[in-house]
């Protein structure tokens, strides 16, 4: 039996794990995984202490991924969102409706106690399916 190869997918502003932790972006068919994004960079974190200005990046980062791998926002399905402060789940509600449109990706909302780095706020991780992005509801 042979099934759709795995293609890891890189996108160059969007910064890579150390080799051998995991993959950023891995298409498999027609599906798009994306690991969690967060705001971190080498120089600290875009938005700084803001979970508004975390979600949005973290989301610019998933959308290059999922760009990079041939999807648009409307191919995204699924989030899972993972947050430090429960208090702040509307900046992170707002960054998504700033991409998404109706009907929203599903979305898990998990609050941790932190995240890989105490300055990350949020991470962002979804899964797309390339090629289905007409959105419409059904009742």
């Given at each position: 039996m042979s099934g759709a190869p795995i293609q890891v997918i890189r996108a160059p502003d969007v910064p890579e794990p150390p080799p051998g932790?995991?993959?950023n972006c891995i298409v498999v068919g027609d599906t798009i995984h994306v690991s969690g994004q967060h705001a971190g960079t080498t120089q600290g974190v875009v938005g700084g202490t803001?979970?508004?200005e975390q979600s949005r990046e973290a989301l610019r980062r998933v959308l290059t991924l999922i760009k990079?791998?041939?999807g648009t926002a409307n191919d995204v399905?699924?989030?899972?969102v993972y947050l430090?402060?429960?208090?702040?789940?509307?900046?992170v509600s707002t960054a998504r409706r700033e991409v998404f449109t109706e009907p929203?990706?599903?979305?898990?909302?998990v609050g941790v106690s932190s995240l890989v780095s105490p300055?990350?706020?949020?991470e962002i991780e979804a899964v797309a399916v390339v090629g289905h992005g007409g959105r419409t509801t059904k009742a």
């Open positions: 932790l995991f993959s803001s979970v508004l990079a791998a041939g399905v699924k989030l899972n430090c402060n429960m208090d702040h789940r509307a900046d929203m990706p599903c979305s898990t909302l300055d990350l706020l949020v």
